[in-house]
């Protein structure tokens, strides 16, 4: 019901009065009112003049399950969004939810992560309020040897989400890094519980640097944010959603072939490797190559000076 009212505040442009929404939604007025003092808790501007009924002023750059779900143009993602203020990691509380059996498209948010994770083991800074910080559970009908793909098709929605709002390029550094400006603005940790052909639940965590602008020592000189790049601070509920919206657009083909074989081209216009010369490592040793696209399976392909094509499906390149 609090997604609904603030839709209709967000859609009104005078006063909407308590009876009206009593009446469209069909619970007491004494409802509606809980209901607009906890948006006003929230930090929601709420005018509220008596024989006109209420007005929305101003909305705060919050991450509540009712922001994100008004408007909402997905099917089955975020149905079920749970939000925490403070998280030890979206990823390690979305596993415990899957192993207590949480649907199919789930997602678990934190405005503050204590110990995000990165992917090898590295911690992922996740400062309270400024960025996104989310972990979305998939049960999905497919060979746990597939399940990496799923991190490709994050990285596609998080570009194609990026890209709507901000005038400089995000690209895609294989596999799932977002790059802005040559520093990293986003990350996707997927993480995998299975058997040997059943998968139980895969967690796609994914992170976004939006309203950061201070960055350690150690990491300004590859790490950047949103608004570093852009000059100015970004709404996240409105990110959250596109990205939500365009994960489900792109999960949904991938599922059709269970491979990226509908998704290279896509994949590739965004993959800042493509054409360019990368150093991987591979077997242990180092090698340089020029990267030349992706294979259906999301392996990165690259040829050697040497003119052998080789196939990477694991690691990390630089470009
Ligand atoms: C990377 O190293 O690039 C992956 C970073 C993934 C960070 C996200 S933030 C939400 C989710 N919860 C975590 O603990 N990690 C992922």
Known sequence: MKSKILEFLKTNEGYISGQEL???????RTSIWKVINQLKAEGYGIESVSN??????????????????YDLKTTVLGKEIIVYNQVDSTNKQAKKLAIDGEKHGTVILAEEQLEGKGRRGRLWKSPPNKGIWLSIILRPDLHPSKASMLTLIAGLAVVHTI????????F??????????EKKVSGTLTEMSSELDVINYV???????????????EIKEIATSLANEEGKSFERAL?????LESFEKFY????VDKDLSHLINEYEDNCINVDKT?????????????AIGITKMGELRFVQASGEEMILNSGEVSV
């Not at 009593?22 to 007491?28: E, K, M, P, T």
């Not at 006109?52 to 779900?69: T, V, W």
């Not at 895609?172 to 400006?181: L, Q, T, V």
């Open 239 to 243: 990110l959250v959603k596109g990205i």
């Open 278 to 290: 990368v150093r991987v490592i591979l077997d242990g040793q180092e090698k340089i190559g020029k």
């Open 163 to 170: 890209n709507r709002y901000t005038k400089n390029q995000a």
């Open 252 to 255: 949904d083909q991938f599922m």
């Open 52 to 69: 006109k009924g209420y007005r929305l002023i101003d909305s705060p750059d919050i991450l509540s399950k009712a922001e994100i779900q």
């Open 203 to 217: 967690v796609v965590g994914i992170g976004v640097n939006v309203n950061t602008t201070d960055f350690d020592d």
């Open 172 to 181: 895609i550094k294989w596999p799932n890094d977002i790059i802005i400006n």
């Open 22 to 28: 009593s009446d469209i939604l069909g619970v007491s």
